[in-house]
């Protein structure tokens, strides 16, 4: 039985046909692009599958924390790992109001893998600033990068 199937499959068809074009496969772009981005998620819209990292700075506390830039969005957020639950992130761009958005390290799986802050409208030359509040207690410790 199973030598009629593949014969059958080797046959030559009886009519002609046209061959269909090759297709590519592309991944999607971005979700938004400059204002449409502001406060929403760098992940939710496709702009962190190859980010710059504009400062990278560890933490008093151990947690390390990282300031990332999307050149197709034109937008920066934060993220860390290394942190512990209740830690609590917050990126800025100094001057500019509303521009402040933050995250909260919620569980240990959070501590165990990354969380990031929601996107800023950005350009090159602009400075943000990046801040963790160790859910521990003491001083909210900052850094400051300049986008490229």
């Not at 909260?104 to 400075?127: Q, R």
Request: aromatic share 4%; with cysteine.
């Amino acid at each position: 039985m199973s030598a009629v199937v593949v014969a059958l499959l080797l046959l030559p068809e009886s009519h002609s046909s046209t061959p269909l074009a090759p297709t590519a496969v592309t991944s999607p772009g971005p979700g938004c692009h400059g204002a449409a981005c502001e406060g929403r998620s760098p992940i939710g819209m496709r702009c962190a599958p190859q980010p710059d990292t504009v400062a990278r700075h560890r933490m008093a506390s151990g947690a390390w924390m990282e300031l990332r830039h999307s050149r197709e969005c034109g937008t920066t957020w934060a993220r860390t790992w290394g942190g512990r639950v209740g830690d609590r992130i917050e990126m800025s761009v100094p001057g500019r109001v509303g521009g402040v958005h933050g995250a909260e390290v919620g569980s240990a799986v959070d501590a165990e893998s990354y969380v990031y802050t929601l996107m800023s409208v950005t350009a090159p030359g602009t400075v943000v600033r990046a801040c963790l509040q160790p859910a521990a207690g003491g001083r909210k410790e900052c850094f400051d990068g300049r986008v490229r």
